[in-house]
């Protein structure tokens, strides 16, 4: 099977000159990522993921290694044109407004000046940024600036989707907002490689995620089986009475099971967060 991107053994060592040491960013990493896919690659400040990010991109090379994209090695102009990147801490031109900062970058990757007009509408309507696209991008918030990093990374329509930290910086419901743009990308059959340094803004929409720990990944699956713990179970009822809960728990201690814990089930601090702002909104 072809695979849209494929990691060979990818060591990363960064010689600086005058120091002493140097940083061995990426050890001996494999990585497959199959067609149509969304991986996240998880991991601590430093931990690499950029360095991957941009190693497939061919903005740097690896010390070891090699990439291919979509079948064909990374250094190939052609499989470069497959991908569209946003980078951490992408640099916005601010006295542009958005639909100006698009239609820059239709030109930059040579759209055809006849259809520039067409998709540069089309992006700012599925990133939802129609109402802002003649706003100047210094009075953006931080959730718009990455929705349009995103829709400047999507102009040429790539096959592969490569994004350092989309969610960093944005509050939940903007980070909701991207998380949703990005499953509709799946569902037209993008593939989408992101990087967070967040479990909880990657946990909704990657089918797999990766754990990059000192440029090693320690672990790799999709995060609902690396997330549970393989000999517990949790029960969540609703409207339990507690003569029901009392009766379960003397059944359970008739039986070779241990009762861990009894508790109010909760959302998380996120869940929370939204739906208390959402609540607030008319
Ligand atoms: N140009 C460079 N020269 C020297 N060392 C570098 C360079 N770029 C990155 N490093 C080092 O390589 C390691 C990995 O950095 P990288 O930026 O890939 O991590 P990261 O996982 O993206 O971190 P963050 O979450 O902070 O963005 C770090 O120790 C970093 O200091
Ligand atoms: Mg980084």
Redesign the pocket.
């Known amino acids: 099977m072809q695979t849209a991107i494929r990691i060979s053994h990818v060591t990363k060592v960064?010689r600086?000159p005058f120091r002493r040491r140097a940083?061995v960013?990426l050890r001996d990493l494999n990585l497959e990522i199959a067609p149509g896919e969304v991986y996240g690659l998880l991991?601590p400040?430093?931990?690499?993921?950029?360095?991957t990010l941009k190693i497939i991109l061919s903005l740097i090379s690896p010390t070891r290694g090699s990439v291919t994209i979509f079948g064909r090695d990374n250094s190939v102009v052609a499989a470069r044109r497959e991908i569209g990147f946003l980078p951490?801490n992408a640099y916005f031109h601010k006295f542009l407004t958005g639909a100006e900062t698009l239609r820059f970058h239709a030109k930059l990757s040579g759209l055809p000046r006849s259809e520039t007009r067409a998709r540069v509408d089309e992006l700012l309507a599925t990133v939802g940024l129609t109402d802002a696209r003649d706003a100047r991008l210094s009075t953006y918030s931080k959730g718009m600036l990455q929705r349009i990093g995103l829709a400047q990374a999507l102009i040429h329509n790539p096959k592969l989707l490569v994004l350092d930290?989309p969610t960093a910086g944005v509050d939940p419901a903007g980070s909701r907002d991207i998380q949703d743009l990005i499953a509709s990308l799946r569902n037209r059959g993008t593939t989408v490689l992101l990087s967070s340094?967040l479990l909880t803004q990657v946990q909704e929409v990657c089918d797999r995620v990766g754990i990059l720990h000192r440029g090693r990944l320690l672990r790799e699956g999709p995060l609902q089986s690396l997330l549970s713990i393989e000999n517990q179970t949790e029960l969540v009822l609703e409207n339990a009475s507690p003569d029901l809960l009392d009766g379960l728990e003397q059944q359970i201690a008739s039986t070779s099971a241990r009762l861990i814990a009894r508790r109010k089930a909760q959302a998380s601090l996120e869940q929370l967060f939204l739906h208390v702002t959402e609540s607030t909104e008319e």
């Open positions: 960064y600086a940083t960013a991991g400040n430093g931990s690499g993921k950029s360095t951490e930290e340094h």
